[in-house]
Each structure stands twice: as C-alpha cells, then as structure tokens.
C-alpha cells in the first residue's frame, strides 16, 4: 500500500497569514493527489483534485502544487472559516490512502 | 444538487451484521463508481471500498475483505455497504462519497452514518 505523510500533524497561525502542508507519497503517484478539508462533525469537503486543480466553488485562496512523490497545499489570508483539519489523499493505485491529517488552529 | 444520504448505522455487538445505504440524487448515478470511506472516533479518514460504475469491479482495504461486499442498484440510484462479522475495531462514522475509478477524486460527500461495534 502507498503510505501517504502529511507535515506538520497541526501548525498554529494567526487570521491573514498563509500556511504550506507538505504530503509526501512512499512511491510515485504521478498527479493523482486530492486535498479535503474537514470540520469537527462534518463530512470532509474536496478542494483541490489532480494535485493543483480547483474543485468547482473552492475560493482560489487555496492552492495545490506537486507531482510524483511531493505536494504541497498553501491556504493564503487564512480566515476564521479555513481553521480546520485537511487530509491528503493518493488516488493513483488501490486501496487509496489518506495522510494522517493536519490540524490548523488559531493563534 | 449532488445528494448523498446515508442510512443503516447503529449499536451493533461483535460478530453481528449490518447493511449501510446511501440514496443518491442530483446527477446520472450509473455512470459514476462509489466509494465508501471510514473515519473512527477522533482519528484521521480510512478508504474502505469502492465499486465501478458498471459494477464490473469492487476494491475493499485488507482489513474487510471477506467480511464487507459493496454493492450498487441503479434503479435505486442507491450504494450499499453490507458488514459482515463485525469487530469492534470498525467503529465509525461511515461516509458515502461518489469518485470514478480508476483515477477520479472523491468530489461529493454524504453526511455519513455512525457504526459502533459494542457489546
């Protein structure tokens, strides 16, 4: 199975500041990476797809970028809403695997 | 609107069977492979199964195999996970989400079912 590392596991910021999380692949999975973010009591919601493509009605704050083995999601001018938890997901070769989360909080 | 609607979870003891369903509507639902995917209390999301459009393949994760069969009817616009043998470990909030395989996100999301496992 591809393991898929997520880092930092939750970073702190502060309202306006922008922020990178870095997923890594154990092996190449080309540019089949998919970010959520998730709310407590919610369902995960997709944002970014194919590594750095917008899903439809995601605000363009957020960012997608990468290839193979190494990604990256930025949120700029994070806002009280973005605070939440985002995963990473590999969707290149079964059985797909998540990261293990990354949790932004307010500073 | 794409819809997801799950139904079916609940207490359940180890060893019991139990079958989710998820009601779709909002879009063609026999041209689009479904997925179910995990999540247990405080922890990160778990794929569990997906099956095709056609429903000419069905993946699972190791740790269902043989207990859980994915299965869809497209008159009812409806995907259903039935659980076999269930342990305790399968403790979950129980996600339905839509994704083409082989190589297509998971871009809509039910609200999910909560399994517990308990004796």
């Known amino acids: 199975d591809i393991q898929m590392t997520q880092s930092p596991s939750s970073l702190s910021a502060s309202v306006g500041d922008r922020v990178t999380i870095t997923c890594r692949a154990s092996?190449?999975?080309?540019?089949?990476l998919a970010w959520f973010q998730q709310k407590p009591g919610k369902a995960p919601k997709s944002l970014i797809y194919?590594?750095?493509s917008l899903q439809s009605g995601v605000p363009s704050k957020f960012s997608g970028s990468g290839s193979g083995a190494e990604f990256t999601l930025t949120i700029s001018n994070l806002q009280p809403e973005d605070f939440a938890t985002y995963y990473c997901q590999q969707y290149n070769t079964y059985p797909l695997t998540f990261g293990g989360g990354t949790k932004v909080e307010i500073k | 609107q794409v819809q997801l609607v799950e139904s079916g979870g609940g207490v359940v003891q180890p060893g019991r069977s139990l079958r989710l369903s998820c009601a779709t509507s909002?879009?063609?639902?026999?041209?689009?492979?479904m997925h179910w995917v995990r999540q247990a209390p405080g922890k990160g999301l778990e794929w569990v199964a997906v099956i095709w459009h056609d429903g000419s393949n069905t993946y699972y994760i190791d740790s269902v195999k043989g207990r859980f069969t994915i299965s869809r009817d497209d008159s009812k616009n409806t995907v259903y996970l039935q659980m076999n043998t269930l342990r305790a470990d399968d403790t979950a909030v129980y996600y339905c989400?839509?994704?083409?395989?082989?190589?297509?996100?998971?871009?809509?999301w039910g609200q999910g079912t909560l399994v517990t496992v308990s004796s």
């Open positions: 194919a590594a750095s």
């Open positions: 989400t839509r994704g083409n395989p082989p190589h297509s996100h998971n871009d809509f």
């Open positions: 092996q190449g999975i080309r540019n089949y």
């Open positions: 909002g879009f063609t639902f026999r041209s689009y492979g």
